[in-house]
């Protein structure tokens, strides 16, 4: 088993920042892809980033547009999510996911582990 807990989501004006952590325990840090998904009212949940085990490869959605940066701390069992210009549609529940295996999965259904959100609202 792995838990995951997320912080660092809150309210912030359109053109900020915010920086999500997810805290893993339960099993080796080092063997997981971690990855960030979210989802907003009324829509499914979709990913937003992740990276493998090692930190060195990480995936992007489209629409991040090169405003968001993964990136993982094995020595604190650690990953996090940097977002910058933040836009009124990034607000959602932002949620850590975690699965072990080499590559990073995309898909929503690919996670076995799930942490409990965190809400990021931009306001406009």
């Known amino acids: 088993q792995v838990q995951l807990v997320e912080s660092g989501g809150g309210l912030v004006q359109a053109g900020g920042s915010l920086r999500l952590s997810c805290a893993a325990s339960g099993r080796t840090f080092n063997s997981l892809a971690m990855a960030w998904f979210r989802q907003a009212p009324g829509k499914w949940r979709e990913f937003v980033s992740g990276v493998n085990w090692s930190g060195l490869k990480s995936y992007y959605a489209d629409f991040i547009q090169g405003r968001f940066t993964i990136t993982r701390d094995n020595a604190k069992n650690t990953v996090y999510l940097e977002m910058n210009s933040l836009k009124p549609e990034d607000t959602a529940v932002y949620y850590c996911?975690?699965?072990?295996?080499?590559?990073?999965?995309?898909?929503?259904?690919?996670?076995?582990?799930w942490g409990q959100g965190t809400q990021v609202t931009v306001s406009s």
């Open positions: 996911a975690a699965k072990e295996v080499v590559e990073v999965p995309i898909g929503r259904n690919d996670y076995d582990y």
